[in-house]
C-alpha cells in the first residue's frame, strides 16, 4: 500500500450547515502536510471522515486508494490523535498502552518503544490522571506509533503544549515525514507549522481555499530580510551574483531572499552583518486567504457541533 491520502470531492452537511464542502486533496508520503483553517471551518470534520469516524454525504477519503474500513491492518498502517482525552484516569500510561497493544494485537515490546519516543519514559508508572494536558498528548501520539504507522493523523497536535512542547513536536513529525512517512496534521495558526509542514492545505467555510507547498506560500507572500551591515555595497554584489533582488533602505538593504540564505551568504563571502530580520509575515498571508473567502455563515459554536 502506498501511504498517500486522498481526499475526492469530499462533502458532508449537517442540517443547513455545509461542514465540508466537495473537497479534494493529497497527502503525500514523506511530506508534513498542515490543514489550516480557523475555528469552524471544517478540518475537524474533514479528519474524521478519512478515519472512518463520519460517513460522507459525497466524496471518498482514502489511504493509498483504501477507505480506512477496508484496510487490512489499520492499526499498523495508520495512526492518529484526533483528541487528547478517552484515557481511565487511574490506569498508569504504561498500562495504557499495555491494554491498547494487547486489544489491537501488537507485541508489548512496543510500548516501551514509544514511551522513548514521545518523551514519557521518565512517567510511564504515573496515573493519566495527574498529567496535564501537553502531556496527554504526548500519550495519544504514543498510542498512535505503537503500530509504527505509514501514516499519521493528528488533530491540534500543539493544544496544551508549552512551547518546549512544541517544539519537541515539530521535530518528532519532522523526523516521522523524513522516514518517509505521511503526516497530516491540523491547526488553525500557520505559525505553529511554518518550520514543519512542507505543503498547507487552507479551509474556510468547509471549501479548500489553497492547497500549496509551503514554499510557494512564502514566495507568494513576499518573504524577504532587512539587512544592516556596514558594508553593503559588497553585500550587494554578492546578492547580484546570487540572483537576488535588494533595495537600499537607511538602515541597509531590504532583500528578498530568507534571512537564512542572506546569512549563508555573507558567512561564505565573509561580509559583516550587525543586523539580519526577516521582513514576510505568512500570517497575515494566511489571514488574507481567509479574509478572501467572506465571513462564515456559520454558527460560532459550529466546529463543537461539526467535530
Not at 495527574?130 to 499519521?152: C, H, K, T
Not at 518550520?195 to 507568494?220: F, I, K, P, Q, Y
Not at 556596514?230 to 554578492?238: G, I, M
Request: net charge negative.
Amino acid at each position: 500500500m502506498t501511504s498517500a491520502i486522498e481526499l475526492n470531492g469530499l462533502t458532508k452537511s449537517f442540517g443547513d450547515v455545509y461542514a465540508v464542502d466537495d473537497l479534494s486533496a493529497v497527502a503525500q508520503p514523506g511530506e508534513v502536510t498542515a490543514l489550516l483553517g480557523p475555528n469552524g471551518a471544517g478540518k475537524t470534520t474533514t479528519l474524521r471522515m478519512l478515519l472512518g469516524l463520519v460517513a460522507p454525504d459525497k466524496g471518498t477519503a482514502t489511504f493509498g486508494g483504501r477507505r480506512y474500513d477496508e484496510l487490512p491492518d489499520p492499526v499498523r498502517q495508520v495512526g492518529a490523535v484526533l483528541e487528547a482525552s478517552g484515557y481511565h484516569p487511574g490506569r498508569t500510561a504504561l498500562d495504557h498502552l499495555r491494554v491498547l497493544a494487547t486489544a489491537s494485537g501488537l507485541p508489548q515490546d512496543s510500548t516501551g518503544r514509544v514511551l522513548a519516543q514521545t518523551g514519557l519514559a521518565a512517567d510511564a508508572r504515573r496515573r493519566v490522571g495527574e498529567f496535564s494536558l501537553g502531556m496527554r498528548q504526548r500519550l495519544g501520539l504514543a498510542s498512535a506509533m505503537l503500530g509504527d504507522p505509514a501514516v499519521l493523523v493528528l488533530d491540534e497536535p500543539t493544544n496544551g503544549l508549552d512551547p518546549p512542547g512544541v517544539r519537541w513536536l515539530r521535530g518528532y513529525v519532522r523526523r516521522l515525514a523524513d522516514e518517509g512517512r505521511t503526516v497530516l496534521l491540523s491547526s488553525h495558526a500557520l505559525s505553529e507549522v511554518d518550520l514543519t509542514a512542507d505543503h498547507v492545505l487552507v479551509m474556510a467555510n468547509g471549501r479548500l481555499l489553497r492547497s500549496s507547498s509551503l514554499a510557494a506560500l512564502r514566495t507568494e507572500a513576499g518573504v524577504g530580510s532587512k539587512v544592516c551591515t556596514p558594508d553593503a555595497d559588497r553585500l550587494s554584489a554578492v546578492l547580484e551574483a546570487a540572483g537576488h533582488t535588494y533595495r537600499r533602505t537607511v538602515e541597509g538593504l531590504a532583500v528578498d531572499a530568507t534571512p537564512e540564505q542572506v546569512g549563508e551568504l555573507a558567512a561564505e563571502h565573509s561580509v559583516v552583518l550587525h543586523g539580519l530580520a526577516g521582513t514576510a509575515d505568512l500570517e497575515q498571508a494566511f489571514f488574507r486567504l481567509i479574509q478572501e473567502a467572506g465571513p462564515s455563515e456559520r454558527p460560532a459554536s459550529a466546529e463543537e457541533a461539526l467535530s
